[in-house]
């Protein structure tokens, strides 16, 4: 029978909701395939095709390079009241947002753009850091996918309305782009004066133990990191599955963004519907179905299932590429965002398989690190092989699309892999 959350809890999950909607939409303007569509219109023609192009790679990886700061955010949130915490860093993220509709549409404009969507996904690092605690404490293990997964779902809404709306405003004013920043700014705001409210379940009880596995003493560092991947060989394995996987995803979505432009010609608001808003809105329909086989069992056998729908995706997309039959974009797209739907679950809250309550936050430290130094990596690694193929050849760009979807593959089969060990011990 499956357990029901009580009266404390439903309170606790009530209460998210609204901020974490709210951020969503603020959230959705630095969104990697949203945000590199506006840099790759906003900037087109100011700068060379590939500065452009290597730009919005770098802004479509910005939600997972960010996440090499995570170190510093676990640093700061041991031992510390979480709920000010974020609070603080909610209205922080609301205003780097909010100026990036200041940067002037120049040349010039397009570093500081790319900066200051970077510097908010940094801030936003260090909310993904810091919730997750507050998530494990207030959300019992038999349950903590259904809920959070509510309100990841409510966050995918409203980063697809914010998406919706960047959509219409390129194809119909661009000039109005800067205005859309300042709502989003202002929602982001609103967001942390709605989220003081929040409150952690036995606050006491997080804080004893992070004090008894050392974390308030041992800061999370690159050394951390390194003894935790050392002393833990399950997680260190699914980490490097999940590196593979990872770094395949990042580097076909800055691929895409510039090949819908390039190759397909495809208008800036086709792109967005694309990339950003079918995906995002088959997360409410989809994440359910994740979630109840995500509270059924390990991460690792969530994973081996869930992997082989973004390989499908891969598949339809590329079939799409070589064919020209663009219809099949949309399926693409539809299974892109059934995939992200598991995946926000299985990054959220994979590592708590692995950690105990208090090196939960250390856990999700080496997470999002190893995401960051994908992101660093994959997105320009990705467009860079696509420019070199289209000069060597044109039209030999598309094959690019081959190496996130080999190494996609890759990581699924180290998930199996996982799977089947596990299974030959539980024997």
């Known amino acids: 029978m499956k357990a029901q959350p009580g009266a404390v809890v439903q309170a606790l999950y009530r209460r998210e909701l609204l901020p974490w909607a709210l951020s969503g939409f603020t959230l959705g303007m630095v969104e990697g395939a949203t945000a590199a569509v506006l840099v790759k219109q906003g900037f087109a023609g100011l700068a060379s095709r590939d500065v452009v192009n290597l730009a919005a790679a770098f802004v479509s990886g910005a939600p997972a390079l960010s996440n090499m700061t995570s170190f510093v955010w676990a640093n700061l949130a041991h031992g510390r009241e979480r709920i000010r915490m974020l609070a603080l860093l909610l209205a922080l993220f609301g205003v780097l947002v909010g100026a990036i509709g200041l940067w002037p549409r120049a040349s010039a404009g397009l570093a500081f753009t790319v900066v200051s969507v970077i510097a908010a996904r940094v801030v936003w690092a260090g909310v993904l850091t810091a919730r997750t605690a507050v998530w494990s404490a207030n959300y019992p293990r038999q349950m903590l996918a259904r809920i959070t997964g509510g309100i990841v779902t409510v966050t995918a809404l409203g980063m697809a309305l914010a998406a919706a709306f960047a959509g219409v405003v390129l194809q119909t004013q661009p000039l109005l782009t800067r205005w859309l920043y300042a709502l989003a700014g202002i929602a982001g705001l609103a967001a942390a004066w709605s989220y003081r409210r929040m409150r952690v379940r036995q606050a006491f009880r997080l804080r004893q133990a992070e004090h008894a596995e050392g974390a308030s003493d041992t800061l999370f560092s690159f050394a951390v990191m390194r003894r935790i991947l050392r002393e833990d060989p399950a997680y260190r394995r699914f980490m490097t599955a999940l590196a593979l996987y990872g770094a395949g995803n990042l580097m076909i979505a800055a691929q895409l963004v510039v090949m819908y432009s390039d190759e397909l010609h495809l208008p800036a608001a086709t792109q967005v519907v694309l990339l950003t808003i079918v995906p995002l809105l088959c997360v409410p329909l989809f994440t359910p179905m994740w979630a109840r086989m995500f509270d059924a069992g390990h991460v690792v056998e969530f994973r081996a299932r869930q992997c082989w729908v973004l390989i499908a995706a891969m598949g339809v ?52 690190t190893l995401t960051g130094m994908r992101g660093l990596i994959a997105p320009p690694a990705g467009v860079l092989v696509y420019s070199l193929l289209t000069r060597a050849q044109p039209g030999a760009g598309r094959y690019a699309l081959l190496l996130p979807m080999a190494m996609t593959l890759a990581g699924a089969i180290g998930f199996k892999r996982m799977q089947l060990s596990r299974g030959t011990r539980s024997q």
């Not at 965002?337 to 994979?350: F, P, S």
């Open 317 to 368: 997309v590329i079939i799409a590429m070589f064919t020209g039959f663009t219809p099949l974009l949309w399926l693409a797209a539809m299974l892109f965002g059934i995939a992200t739907a598991g995946a926000n679950l299985g990054w959220n809250l994979g590592h708590n398989d692995f950690a105990s309550l208090g090196k939960v936050q250390q856990y999700m430290g080496v997470n999002v």
